[in-house]
Nanobody, 119 residues
Framework: QVQLVESGGGLVQAGGSLRLSCAASGRTFSTYAMAWFRQAPGKEREFVASITWNGIITYHADSVKGRFTISRDNAKNTVYLQMNSLKPEDTAVYYC????????????WGQGTQVTVSS
């Protein structure tokens, strides 16, 4: 079982930056593909970025490409989302996601962290 805890959210002005962190429990973190999703009030959860288990391949949604960067440090059991040039439309609860690449392919979610970008 994997426990995910996000941190780093908060209030920021448009154009500012934040770095989100997702700390994972357990000793199998390096076998999990990781991703960030976000959900604004009244909207469905949407994909933001993902990274393979070895950190070599990353994908970013068009809405954040060039502004957000996903990365991971398997030695620290942590995945990051560096967010630059933030816009008000980035306001949402950001969720960390883990998907096992071995065994049954289980999926895990963090509790979410609020990001609010003011105009």
């Amino acid at each position: 079982q994997v426990q995910l805890v996000e941190s780093g959210g908060g209030l920021v002005q448009a154009g500012g930056s934040l770095r989100l962190s997702c700390a994972a429990s357990g000793r199998t973190f390096s076998t999990y593909a990781m991703a960030w999703f976000r959900q604004a009030p009244g909207k469905e959860r949407e994909f933001v970025a993902s990274i393979t288990w070895n950190g070599i391949i990353t994908y970013h949604a068009d809405s954040v490409k060039g502004r957000f960067t996903i990365s991971r440090d398997n030695a620290k059991n942590t995945v990051y989302l560096q967010m630059n040039s933030l816009k008000p439309e980035d306001t949402a609860v950001y969720y960390c996601n883990a998907r096992s690449t071995t065994g049954a392919g289980n999926v895990y979610w963090g509790q979410g962290t609020q990001v609010t970008v003011s105009s």
